[in-house]
């Protein structure tokens, strides 16, 4: 999902692909047709949800990590990321004056399309000075990000796009590496998946193989081809 996406899905609204001029109400589906007074109300929402995604401190610590976006891609609001990613930045990552209301975000959980760990996180809550590594302090949104934590490993610009597991465990990576964590080998990864990955999955130690669906489709991840997915997609700094 883009940023611009989600924010107007976060305001309340939705983009349609063949009408670029207007927008639906999540509500009851209404359109609402650009310039009007509803139109500017949203949009006004939209750009305030955008810019406080993009001056939390998970994107901020993303975007260090992954030096850039992905590659393809261009700025902003067109780049894509992982929706359970950034359902769950503003519905759980944010400082308390940043909080945005999500009026679907229950009934959604309540359908079965976002996990239980979003919307009853644990009590860990993303506050206090941001802090990540950078070459120079940034100011955001007058929030001055200093250079106090030492990143240890680094996160590879994404080259092709991923699968629902692949792009966790690669999220994973990205969040461990903004915290200054060591750089986790296979097995360290298989406990991380074990006990907080909220997509459907089965570890088997013996035959060493993770299984998940994809696309209705059962598919075998080796642990030696996670382990090289962990390799290939990160570096020692």
Known sequence: MSLDEASWLFAGYFKYVSEPMSIGRLADSEDIPFGCAEYRDAL?????????????????????VRRGLTAGETAGKKALYDTMWIIDLVA????????????????????????????????????GKISIVSRA??????????????????????????????MWVYHELVKLSGSGEDRPSRNEMIE?????????????????????????????????ALKQFIIRNTEAV
């Not at 006004?44 to 260090?64: G, K, P, V, W």
């Not at 940034?138 to 680094?154: C, K, L, R, T």
């Not at 999955?201 to 030696?224: F, L, M, R, T």
């Open 44 to 64: 006004a929402e939209h750009d305030r949800i955008f810019e406080i995604i993009m001056s939390s401190n998970h994107m901020l610590s993303l975007q260090a």
């Open 92 to 127: 759980n990552h944010l400082h308390e004056y940043q909080k945005v209301h999500i009026p679907w975000l229950n009934e959604a959980y309540e359908l079965g399309y976002i996990p239980g760990t979003i919307v009853r996180p644990s009590k860990s809550v993303d506050s």
């Open 137 to 166: 302090s940034v100011q955001v949104a007058g929030v001055v990000v200093e250079p106090e934590i030492q990143i240890q490993f680094s996160v590879n610009t994404l080259q092709y796009e991923l699968d629902s597991m692949r």
């Open 192 to 224: 991380i998946i074990k006990d907080k990955c909220p997509l459907e999955n089965s570890i088997n130690a013996s035959s060493q193989i993770i299984k998940y669906e994809k696309g209705g489709v059962e598919i075998d991840w080796s642990y030696e």
